[in-house]
C-alpha cells in the first residue's frame, strides 16, 4: 500500500545515434568539443572549459598502474620492495651541501635532549627503549607550563639566530650560478 513505483523517464536511443547507454539503463551523450561522455541529463550544465581540458589532457598522460597479482602475499613483497627502492631514490637524488649550516633545533627538542640525560639516570633499565623515552618526554612536555617551557623557548630564540647568521654567511660565501659561468667561462678562453 505504498506508492506504485514510477516509470523511468528514458530517452529514446534510436532518436540520437550518439547516445550510449550505461549498465542501469542511464544515456550518455558525447561531447563533440572535448569528447567526453556526459549524462543525457547533465548535457545543459557541461562545459568545456579550458581548465577542463587542461585537466582531461593531464589524466591522459598519467600512466595506469601494472595489473595486481591475486596472490596478497606477493602483492605485499613486491609493494615493499619497489617502495624501499623508490625512497632511496629520491634521497640520492636530493644533496645536501656538506658546508650548509644544519637546521637549530625547535624548543622540544632542546628540551628532549636535557629530559634523555636526566630520564636515563633515573631509570637505567628503560633507557634502552627509545619509544619509553620519548612517551615520557612528550607526556612531560605536555604538562609543563608556558613558564617552565621558557627556558627552553629561548635557548631554541639563540640557536635559531645563530643558524640565520650562519645562513648569511653561508649565502655571502657561496657563488651564485652565474658566477661560476663566469669563471668557467673566462677559463676556457
Avoid at 540520437?16 to 551523450?29: C, I, N, Y
Avoid at 636526566?118 to 609543563?144: F, I, Q, R, T
Avoid at 621558557?150 to 640565520?164: H, N, R, S, V
Wanted: overall charge positive.
Amino acid at each position: 500500500m505504498g506508492n506504485p513505483p514510477r516509470p523511468r523517464k528514458r530517452v529514446d536511443a534510436e532518436a540520437t545515434p550518439t547516445l550510449k547507454r550505461a549498465k542501469d539503463g542511464s544515456a550518455f551523450s558525447r561531447c563533440e568539443s572535448c569528447n567526453k561522455d556526459v549524462p543525457v541529463v547533465l548535457i545543459d550544465m557541461h562545459s568545456c572549459t579550458l581548465d577542463a581540458t587542461i585537466k582531461m589532457k593531464f589524466e591522459s598522460q598519467i600512466e595506469e598502474r601494472p595489473a595486481v597479482s591475486k596472490n596478497p602475499l606477493e602483492r605485499k613483497k613486491k609493494t615493499v620492495s619497489s617502495e624501499k627502492k623508490e625512497s632511496k631514490r629520491k634521497r640520492s637524488s636530493k644533496e645536501r651541501d656538506p658546508n650548509m649550516p644544519k637546521r637549530p633545533p625547535t624548543a622540544f627538542f632542546v628540551f628532549m635532549d636535557e629530559f634523555r640525560k636526566k630520564y636515563k639516570e633515573e631509570n637505567p633499565e628503560d633507557a634502552k627503549s627509545v619509544a619509553k623515552v620519548a612517551k615520557e618526554g612528550g607526556e612531560k612536555w605536555k604538562s609543563m607550563t608556558t613558564e617552565e617551557k621558557k627556558q627552553y623557548i629561548d635557548k631554541a630564540a639563540e640557536l635559531k639566530a645563530e643558524y640565520e647568521k650562519a645562513m648569511e654567511k653561508y649565502s655571502s660565501e657561496k657563488p651564485t650560478e652565474k658566477e661560476d659561468e663566469a669563471v668557467d667561462s673566462s677559463n676556457e678562453e
